[in-house]
C-alpha cells in the first residue's frame, strides 16, 4: 500500500468518526429531549376546569357527554415534588364566608406543599373579602385575587389517590396537570371521580356543608382561620 492509500485511508476513517459521532449525539438528543430549568405556565394555567387534560383523547361521544362523563382514573399517579419538612398529617381552618362557616380538614400528609401554602395564606389575610366567582351544581370556586377566575400564581400539583367526593377540597388548574394554581381552591358538593388523580386533592368539609350547598356567584369570603390542634 503506498502513501496516497495510506492517506486515502485514513481520511476515509476520519469521516466516517465523524459521522458517527454527530448521529451518537442526535440519538442521545432524541431520548433525553431538552429540559426546561423551570416549568412554563401555559396560558390558561390559572382557569380552573371542568373535563381534565387526560381525556383529550376519548372519543368524541364522550366528549358530548361534557362534565357527566367520567374517565377511568390511571393506573399510575405522577410523582410530586417533595415534601415539606415540620407538616403534621392533618389540619382544621374555619373558612368563614357571608353565608356562615365551613369548618375542614387539611391533608398534611398528602398534600403538604398545597396546605402550606394554604395556611400561610390564611394567616397572612390573603382570602379576606375575596369571593366565590364560579358556583354550579357540583362545585364552588374562590380564592382568585382578581376575582374572575384569572388571577393566582403558581404552584406544584400534588396528586393521590384521595378521591374527590362530597365536600372534599380542590386546587385549581389549567392544561400542565404539573402546574396548579396557588390561590384557588374549589370544594366539591357532590363527587366528582373524574377529577380523581388529576387535581391537587388537600382537604375536606367536616361542618358546614349546608354553607356550601347555599353558596351564589359573588358571596365572600370573610377570612379563613387555622384552627389549633
Known sequence: MNKFHVITFLGILAIFAGILSVSQKDSVASIFGTVPSKPVLPPDADTFQILP?????IDKQQQGQGQSGVQNPPTSIAPTFGVEGGMQASYAATIKTTKGNITVVLFGDIAPRTVKNFLEKAQKGFYKNLTFHRVEDWVVQGGD???DGTGGGMLQTELSRQPFVEGSLGVARGGNI???NDSQF?????QAAWLDQQYTNFGIVTEGMDVVNSMTKGDKIIGITPINN
Do not use: H, L
Open 53 to 57: 387534560t387526560g381525556q383529550q383523547n
Open 178 to 180: 404539573q402546574i396548579s
Open 145 to 147: 385575587p382578581k376575582g
Open 186 to 190: 374549589f370544594i366539591a358538593k357532590k
